[in-house]
Antibody, heavy 125, light 109 residues
Framework: QMQLQESGPGLVKPSETLSLTCTVSGGSISSSTFYWGWIRQPPGRGLEWIGS???????YYNPSLKSRVTISVETSKNHFSLKLSSVTAADTAVFYCARQLYDILTGFPLYFDHWGQGTLVTVSS | SYELTQPPSVSVSPGQTARITCSGD??????AYWYQQKSGQAPVVVIYEDYKRPSGIPERFSGSSSGTMATLTISGAQVEDEADYYC????????????FGGGTKLTVL
């Protein structure tokens, strides 16, 4: 059974870059059978899709965050990463990484079927 | 920007049928997916591709979609079904943006 685990600092200062890693176990991230994505959830609020990446490097980002987000894959370490720059208190959230299935006919991402447990990142000085 | 709209809350008594709706302009062309999120836990998919149920999800969970509205139905809701439910889909503009609905708090009591 594939498992995903987020890791990274729990506290980031305003204006700095938030960096998180998602380590995948129980399967290869470079199997070319899935997308890999990030989702966040501010305390007490709803889910927000941040972006997704395929192991070839194809990425899709939420337009509202696109200017500040970078998602990358490191196949040798079987993990993928999220960088969110110029953070403010509004970026405080639980961040989830997840495996995303895709449409085999079009190659485009569909939905998330396996999620990490989530990690809380607080933006504060 | 593309949005999916859900009612903030739905309340039923145990054994009753709960229906949670999700409206979005692209739903006639795009699948709807439904997630259940219990307090302090990661979301779990309960319905995919409008009406399909993953293994391990109770049969009382069902989904449907017609026009611009998708519906999650819980027939004979149980106390353990109390959770937040989110619909998810992608827009049809070509940028394949993922969108979650605002979430519906289901209360069963």
């Amino acid at each position: 059974q594939m498992q995903l685990q987020e890791s990274g600092p729990g506290l980031v200062k305003p204006s700095e870059t938030l960096s998180l890693t998602c380590t995948v176990s129980g399967g290869s991230i470079s199997s070319s059978t899935f997308y890999w994505g990030w989702i966040r959830q501010p305390p007490g609020r709803g889910l927000e899709w941040i972006g997704s990446i395929y192991d070839s490097g194809s990425t899709y980002y939420n337009p509202s965050l696109k200017s500040r987000v970078t998602i990358s894959v490191e196949t040798s370490k079987n993990h993928f990463s999220l960088k969110l720059s110029s953070v403010t208190a509004a970026d405080t959230a639980v961040f989830y990484c997840a495996r995303q299935l895709y449409d085999i006919l079009t190659g485009f991402p569909l939905y998330f079927d396996h999620w990490g447990q989530g990690t809380l990142v607080t933006v504060s000085s | 920007s593309y949005e999916l709209t859900q009612p903030p809350s739905v309340s039923v008594s145990p054994g009753q049928t709960a229906r949670i709706t999700c409206s979005g302009d692209a739903l006639p062309k795009k699948y709807a997916y439904w997630y259940q999120q219990k307090s302090g836990q990661a979301p779990v998919v309960v319905i995919y591709e409008d009406y399909k149920r993953p293994s391990g999800i109770p049969e009382r969970f069902s989904g449907s979609s017609s026009g611009t509205m998708a519906t999650l139905t819980i027939s004979g809701a149980q106390v353990e079904d109390e959770a937040d439910y989110y619909c998810f889909s992608t827009d049809s503009s070509g940028n394949h943006r993922g969108v979650f609905g605002g979430g519906t708090k289901l209360t069963v009591l």
